[in-house]
């Protein structure tokens, strides 16, 4: 049996949604980093307000892949906060928590673009798949033989 040809439009309609799913994954797979990171800021957010006032206490320190080491919280009322490119600011317990909720607040905003960005992925994903279908079927057809 001698396969259908492939013509340049159901090509091209492939293509595209082959290119759109992909985008699709990067998109959600940025998503989930973002929520990750909106996730692990509340967490530091809470952790700042529990600590408010305290001093003396004693706590436990992450150091990295899992790994902590006990100290004593000296003092809450200065910490040392990264403001971006690596760069090490003293902020006040209160602007160090302004300065994540604003963080907080900007993911957010990407992350409302970033899923109507997906919903119109999708949508333009379940226009083409139609008709790519339709292509396909259309190639099935047995093809009339002229005659001579």
């Known amino acids: 049996m001698e396969l259908p040809e492939i013509t340049p439009e159901l090509q091209e309609k492939l293509a595209e949604f082959d290119s759109l799913k992909q985008q699709l994954n990067a998109v959600e797979k940025n998503l989930v980093q973002l929520e990750q ?12 307000k529990s600590i408010k ?62 899923r109507a960005d997906t919903d119109k992925m999708i949508v333009k994903l379940s226009e083409l798949e139609p008709e790519i279908m339709s292509f396909y079927q259309e190639l099935q057809k047995p093809k009339k033989k002229s005659k001579k």
Do not use: H, T, Y
Request: aromatic share 2%; no cysteine.
């Open 37 to 48: 990171k909106r996730n692990e800021l509340s967490f530091i957010i809470d952790s700042l």
């Open 53 to 114: 006032g305290q001093s003396g206490e004693k706590i436990l320190v992450p150091i990295g892949s899992g790994v902590f080491v006990q100290a004593v919280l000296e003092k809450s009322d200065k910490l040392l906060v990264e403001v971006g490119s690596g760069v090490v600011l003293k902020k006040s317990l209160e602007e160090a928590q302004e300065i994540l909720e604003k963080q907080s607040e900007e993911i957010n905003k990407i992350q409302v673009k970033m």
